[in-house]
């Protein structure tokens, strides 16, 4: 039996265990994802087996699957060190602390289908409690630039094998937001519901690009605030104080809504509240949906 035989029924063995693991939880999909990133590694293996495979050092002919092998066992590894969280009982508890330098600071959060959660009341810059499918890996990368923090929250991994009937159980964010630092949001999402809680934030800026979603912002009066809305075939209810001024323009025309209804004016595609040109504290929003339910209630 040659070497190199038993060196590919290794590595055939290794992927055949991998998998096994994989099915049994024992190790995440998220090793598919290490592997395949470690690709390259194959170009090396190719290149050294036809470096040697007419030397008359023949031996060394072993070093092209030990390669494959010692990549295997890499992305094991990968998918195996620990992250910027702890788990406990089944969810993943990230945390990145305030630091008393901090000015302001923007926050990307990149979920797929599920249910998304998002509110103050916390002492650090952002903590979330994470419920994730086993395909999936979040990812928090946190960076300070002249004193603005930068947070990015996202996942990686197998995105297409999420079951849409287990929503809260497989795949749920509940995050929260330091109240007192100005803030940029910028949230991207699939097939999602979305309970975005701002009204004990100061977020300044807000981007939201959702696809088939059911969405509900909660505003506030405190800041003024830019905001600006993507979405596709969604409901989408929006909760304003009654004393914030608000001016809407729609980019497409609103099948259903009900701004006539609770008092703003219609000019073109633009709807502002009465106390608009007044105001000194304002809500200004952007908004591009498709066929969706806008709604908007006014509370005290």
């Known amino acids: 039996m040659s070497r190199r035989g038993v060196f590919k029924g290794l590595i055939i063995i290794l992927l055949g265990l991998t998998l096994l693991a994989n099915n049994f939880r024992i190790l995440p999909w998220g090793v598919w994802h290490e592997l395949f990133r470690l690709w390259p590694v194959v170009l090396i293996a190719i290149g050294t087996h036809l470096i040697f495979r007419k030397s008359s050092l023949s031996y060394l002919q072993i070093i092209p699957p030990l390669i494959i092998i010692a990549a295997i066992g890499g992305a094991i590894y990968l998918s195996q060190v620990a992250e910027n969280y702890e788990k406990v009982d089944g969810v993943l508890r990230f945390e990145e602390p305030l630091s008393a330098d901090l000015t ?6 990149s979920f797929g289908a599920g249910r998304l959660r998002l509110e103050g009341g916390s002492a650090y810059l952002f903590e979330g409690d994470l419920v994730t499918p086993s395909w999936l890996r979040p990812k928090m990368r946190y960076k300070v630039v002249d004193r603005e923090g930068f947070l990015e929250l996202s996942e990686e991994g197998r995105r297409g094998k999420f079951r849409f009937g287990a929503w809260a159980r497989d795949h749920s964010w509940n995050l929260k937001l330091n109240n007192e630092i100005p803030l940029a949001l910028r949230i991207e999402t699939g097939a999602s519901r979305n309970d975005l809680d701002l009204s004990a934030l100061r977020v300044t800026d807000l981007e939201l690009d959702i696809g088939a979603s059911k969405t509900e912002i909660k505003f506030s009066d405190s800041v003024s605030i830019k905001a600006k809305i993507d979405a596709g075939l969604s409901q989408i209810r929006l909760l304003i104080p009654r004393s914030m001024a608000t001016r809407i323009k729609a980019e497409t025309a609103l099948t259903s809504s ?13 709807y502002t509240s009465k106390n608009y040109p007044r105001a000194e504290t304002r809500l200004d929003l952007d908004l591009d949906v498709g066929v969706s339910s806008f709604r908007v209630e006014l509370y005290e």
Do not use: M, S, Y
Not at 104 to 109: G, L, V, Y
Not at 258 to 270: A, C, Q, T, W
């Open 104 to 109: 302001r600071a923007t926050i990307r959060i």
């Open 258 to 270: 009900n701004l006539l209804d609770v008092g703003f004016r219609k000019e073109g595609n633009v």
